[in-house]
């Protein structure tokens, strides 16, 4: 190569060696930010499946799956204003549920049963306590509300559909703080409207950060919905059930056939990918309640819990896409760049490999003529000794 296209190379390489230091520096910036993008996505996805178990009770479906062979859905029901239900209509879907159960001949296991339902109505109340008095809100319960609502027990018990009377209660933590400046109170008297009732027990109310935004009530307590009934005249707006679900949807649809005119919520469905995508398509509807539902505390929480599961899920594919399409990119391009260069090096390799395969050809064949030519010599030479021998022998 002449000297001056030498130079000329050089200068050239000399000349394209800062943009390639400056596309070099994009490039690893490029890395760093989609990196950073891809682990903030998945951050994204860590707090969604965290927010998704903050409430236990939107899990108890997969609790009652959990000690069974069976499949169980968790329904909601809520009651518009003015169209509250009342214990008859109750018990008329539990008849529609057994009827349902004896045309499918379903048997529960021994120790297990198809459903567990609750139902319950909010008022307020006056109430007195050997210390003080105050005026509360109110729940009133029915069914096995405090199985569906496991809220932590300070002392004594919960109310159970079991109970024979219906004039027991149970406080939470400041109530009981406020009439008996203490929580162990099992056996205690407290007066409701005149009327005499006994403490079962004081819970705490739940303590993660949605309840706490959700519930804005003050001081309460837990009565039996009949109680609660004919102090206020209180119907009950929701009624919840966690029933076997052998296929799909068979739970909610029983549940939306009997309840018509109420706004029903599959709850066992309603943390997972799909349901928080159902969310986000809805998004601005979910502020518009045109079905006249004042909803409780705990599906306040829950709807809480899903416009943030929404806005991590949003954000993890926000950030997540860019950093993909990023990965793609770049695997292609190298795919490219190693496909390039291993098209350029087989011919190569292949012109390498049968100049070998021809020089060793052309070893071969100088052996195997060198081999003839020693033959012929040693042949030569035999023959002029026996040549010799023989004139010898003749003198």
């Given amino acids: 190569m002449p000297k001056q296209m030498q130079e000329n190379l050089i200068d050239g390489m000399k000349a394209r060696a800062p943009q390639r230091s400056k596309r070099r520096k994009l490039f690893i910036a490029a890395i760093v930010l989609?990196?950073?993008?891809?682990?903030?996505?998945?951050?994204?996805?860590?707090?969604?499946?965290?927010?998704?178990?903050?409430?236990?009770?939107?899990?108890?479906?997969?609790?009652?799956?959990?000690?069974?062979?069976?499949?169980?859905?968790?329904?909601?029901?809520?009651?518009?204003?003015?169209?509250?239900?009342?214990?008859?209509?109750?018990?008329?879907?539990?008849?529609?549920?057994?009827?349902?159960?004896?045309?499918?001949?379903?048997?529960?296991?021994?120790?297990?049963?198809?459903?567990?339902?609750?139902y319950s109505s909010r008022g307020t109340v006056s109430i007195e306590g050997a210390r003080g008095s105050a005026t509360a809100s109110a729940i009133g319960v029915g069914g096995e509300f405090f199985t569906l609502h496991p809220l932590f027990l300070r002392s004594g018990g919960y109310l159970s559909e079991r109970d024979l009377m219906r004039d027991r209660v149970v406080l939470d933590e400041e109530l009981a703080w406020r009439l008996f400046g203490g929580v162990d109170l099992a056996g205690e008297e407290v007066y409701i409207s005149g009327e005499r009732f006994i403490v079962v027990g004081v819970i705490s109310r739940e303590g993660d950060f949605a309840s706490l935004r959700a519930y804005a009530d003050g001081m309460g307590l837990f009565m039996s919905y009949e109680a609660l009934n004919r102090l206020s005249g209180a119907k009950i707006g929701c009624y919840e059930i966690v029933c076997i679900n052998p296929v799909s949807g068979f739970a909610a649809g029983l549940v939306s056939d009997h309840f018509q005119a109420a706004s029903v919520v599959e709850n066992s469905a309603r943390y997972t990918a799909s349901g928080i995508m159902a969310v986000i398509k809805s998004f601005g509807e979910r502020s518009m309640n045109t079905a006249g539902v004042v909803y409780p505390y705990w599906e306040n929480a829950a709807r809480l819990i899903e416009d943030y599961m929404a806005l991590c899920l949003l954000l993890a594919i926000i950030f997540a896409v860019p950093a993909v399409v990023f990965a793609i990119a770049v695997g292609i391009f190298y795919w490219i760049k190693f496909y390039r260069r291993l098209k350029a090096k087989v011919p190569e390799l292949i012109d390498e490999r049968s100049e070998r395969r021809y020089e060793k050809r052309q070893r071969q064949k100088k052996g195997s003529a060198g081999d003839e030519q020693s033959e012929a010599g040693l042949g030569e030479e035999n023959g002029k000794c026996d040549l010799k021998e023989h004139q010898e022998s003749v003198r």
């Fill in 34 to 118: 989609f990196s950073a993008m891809a682990v903030f996505s998945a951050g994204c996805l860590v707090v969604f499946s965290m927010l998704g178990k903050t409430l236990v009770a939107q899990q108890t479906a997969e609790i009652f799956g959990s000690e069974s062979e069976e499949r169980f859905a968790q329904v909601s029901v809520f009651f518009p204003i003015g169209q509250e239900a009342d214990e008859a209509r109750i018990y008329a879907f539990r008849e529609v549920l057994e009827r349902k159960f004896v045309e499918a001949s379903m048997q529960a296991e021994e120790g297990h049963r198809f459903y567990v339902d609750a």
